[in-house]
């Protein structure tokens, strides 16, 4: 019979502590906001920010971690000083010819042919024409640096897709195919 008493007694306790309990808005919340966050509208106003209307701008003048600013403007007069005065900052060491040759087949050789000759699979097809040879041109490392960075004439910037790093690779592999046309 005591069994039963405490049984009961246990039934009773648990009752009265689950009775009060509301899933919807419990007694006490540790960190509140967690519960119950601010939801906001995707691109809506907000006191948030300064103006209310857009997110916060960078600091004027900051550059993204990371990134190296390049000095040439995407003009003829910036191709020509590119071409004259930009050198690579690799050193031979940290050419790695491999690399820079899997670069140029995924990014280069659909157009310009795996030689350079000007005759990649795009301008076979006839899809794009007067692809230049690489032989037939006038370039420097700089100037093809420009080129992959900026885009010109059809062909467009390759800057999104390759890193700085990346396309210094790329300049030094075109000029190992040109000096073997």
Not at 39 to 63: C, V, W
Not at 90 to 108: G, M, N, Q, V
Request: hydrophobic share 35%; aromatic share 12%; charged share 20%.
């Amino acid at each position: 019979m005591r069994a039963l008493y405490k049984i009961a007694l246990l039934v009773v306790v648990a009752s009265v502590f689950t009775a009060c309990f509301d899933k919807s808005a419990p007694n006490y919340q540790y960190f509140p906001n967690m519960y119950e966050p601010i939801s906001y509208e995707t691109y809506g106003e907000s006191s948030a920010f300064n103006n209310g209307k857009e997110g916060q701008l960078p600091a004027e003048g900051s550059i993204p971690r990371g990134f190296t600013p390049y000095e040439y403007e995407n003009s003829n007069e910036g191709y020509e000083l590119a071409k004259a005065n930009l050198e690579s900052p690799l050193d031979s060491a940290s050419i790695d010819l491999p690399r820079a040759k899997e670069l140029y087949t995924i990014y280069c050789a659909i157009c310009h042919g795996d030689k350079g000759d000007g005759k990649g699979n795009l301008v076979k097809r006839e899809k794009f024409l007067g692809v230049p040879n690489y032989k037939d041109r006038v370039i420097t490392e700089g100037s093809v640096f420009h080129v992959v960075t900026y885009g010109l004439n059809s062909m467009g910037s390759h800057a999104n897709q390759l890193s700085q790093e990346e396309r210094w690779q790329v300049a030094h592999y075109v000029l190992k195919l040109r000096s073997e046309l």
